[in-house]
């Protein structure tokens, strides 16, 4: 892929990335019309998959390389254009591409503090970072911190908080791949994950940050006009608009009036849904009278309730005029009875939540922390702000994300690839909203009040996937859908989106491999990441010094390979909640890296001590707070200020700036080789400054 | 290595130039979010202010924030002299 020049580099590749991207619609194209021939819909999405994980492949394979400096930073020479790309699909997650619609859809203007977060958090690396670190010019994000610094703490500690971050945010990926995989192929789940697995190690593992790169641009283009499709469609369809960013304001107007007449007990529709609601508070109150009495009773009491159950079901059997299926509810019931008083209290609380949510009226999608009194409302707008901050620090703090950074010619280049790269990030975060309300007007106006006997074809589809992702139940009997009755899981929507708007299923394919392509690019970023802290800054920069280079690249593969392995280990064990865990890695970043990356270069005194005392501080609380408020872990302590643990990095970053002022004030100042380091970033070019020409 | 008076004019532009495009940045970030239910009865192309902002408002404004730091430096660096060599 190599040019005589830079320009001549970069059309090369304009040329290769404009062919690439035709040849990929021809694909779609081809498969469409194989469709309509009557190719079955299994076979399809085995080929859609299965070819563009083989175009990943087979790009890693073209960019393999043995030198380091292709290796770790892809030879330094990707156009701030092609940088953006790349960056915008290692940004994007299967959490972005899956999960952020859904979300939107589900709790309406509260989950933008994920769409204000994950690209504002842009306008701090362009301004305090990127430039800074592209002129510094090493490797990784560590190497920084050791140079600036001094000393092999400041660099151990930040490759502990690089691989802790990096690797939580890889499970997450991990188990998107596998499930995209296993629903769309038929796969085991397990089988998914390392099928998943496979396709990233083809693409990183010959060619490093270089492959990386250029397989990363090819997935852009993939997932975003996988993401683009659908939505366009839905707006064509509801509004006649092809641009459903401008529409879908004319759109959020009717939804919000459908909300009204939903809440309003005096319209018919108003009263079927009040109907439901009703049912589901005293299914609410049952559970909750279950629970008290446990916890007067204890084991006297489940045993009793074991034994009531047990009772009926023997009467149902031995009398005659028991009604067809009554039977098999009482078994069933039974059956799912809770062994002990840990399970019973988990299940009649889940219960008492479920019921309670499904009889509130239902939130206006537009209305930003809505709640029945001013506490409420004020507990949401602390939890989103806090939300909003830490996913900023934290994408001006992980890794991954800075790393690519380091792959731009100059500095300058580098303050136009964040320009890029937010605007290709962008695009997507502005059509995730508009997709959430074209999908909920969808909802509300031809899934409600529809007949249970002739439901849309998606619905009954998906429900028989997943009861999780669609669930449809009447709850009333009246054969007629009220919303209430509808249970949607957050992923559902972006993948279900082709069949709501009525395309083939060729573009059902096309999300899947576009949500692949996602979750594979940031599974890619990330465990280089993690594959390359440990060889450069661990085994070159600490243990071996004088390691050749071959020996250094051979290590840096083989831990590659180990990585992977262990997260997919990891992720079959399916281990808690994807959001929470995509959350906490931006938490955890935000708190160790960000105060002594800033401020090592907007603050000269920032020493040694301060790194250390700020890093290990901030990282610390972070990591406490979580420990002791998410209820995986068991402690449940009260919240601070009722933030969540999810933006616990709200009080890791105060404490790593705390950390690093106060640990550089109480010790000397930094060495002339440190200060002279500062001025050396701080400039894209000084005349005498000697350390100019760095690799 | 010895900076000139003319070196640290050039950051304190830069320190200047960063501060306030920060302040804007915190700005539509934080204070729209913050009066969020005050602003609800403003209305933007169909859309009530905050969620318009929220959804889309704020990320044209960090698009606009980046792409004109990026110009500005870029011509900071030429009227200072500290540009990179072309390539």
Redesign the interface.
Known sequence: MAGP???GFFSQLKRYYSLYTGGFIGFIVMLAILEQMGVPNRILGYIFLGVTVLLYAGIGILSRTSDVSEYYVAGRRVPALFNGMATAADWMSAASFIGLAGTLYLSG?DG?AF??GW??G???V???LA?YLRKFGQYTIPDFLGARYGGSIPRSIGVFAAILCSFTYVIAQVYGVGLIVSRFTGLDFGIGVFVGLGGILLCSFLGGMRAVTWTQVSQYVILIVAYMIPVIWLSVKHTGNPVP??AY??V??QVTAREKALNDPVTPDGAREAEVRTIFRHKQEEAEAKLKALEAGGAVYLAAEKARLVNAAAELKAGRDAEPGAIEAAGKALAEFPADAAAARNAWHMAAETGRAKAAPIAAH????AGTDEAT?DRK?KN??AL??CL?VGTAALPHILMRFYTT????EA??S??WS??FI?LL??TA??LAVLAKYDVYTLLVGSSFSELPGWVSAWASVDKTLMNVTDINRDGIVQLAEITIGSDLIVLATPEIAGLPYVITALVAAGGLAAALSTADGLMLTIANSLSHDVYYKMIDPNAPTTRRLAISKGLLLLVAIFAAYVTSLKPGDILFMVGAAFSLAASAFFPALALGV?WKRANRMGAILGMAGGLATCMCYIYITYPFFGVNAPLWWDINPISAGIFGMPVGFAGVIIGSLLTAAPDKAAQ?LV?HV?????K???RTETV | ???TEK?RQ??RR??RL?GM??AI?FAV??FV??F??DL?SFVV????L???M???G???V??A???Y??YC??KL?REYG????D?
């Open positions: 020049t830079q320009t203007y933008l769409v204000m690209t504002g842009f306008v701090l362009a301004l305090l430039p960013q401008i304001g004319y959020l107007e537009a209305e930003p922390f409302r707008r989103f702000l909003v901050l900023m010619p100059t500095v300058k303050r136009l964040v320009f937010l605007l962008s975060y502005i909203p508009a907007f002279a001025d701080r400039y894209p070019s000084l005498s400054d000697t | 290595m010895q900076l070196h050039y950051w830069n320190l960063t495009l920060l940045w970030t934080f979010g913050w969020a239910r609800q192309f169909g859309f009530p905050p969620f318009y929220g959804a889309q704020t990320l044209l960090y698009v924030l980046v792409g730091y990026a430096m870029g660096d500290v540009q990179e060599g390539e």
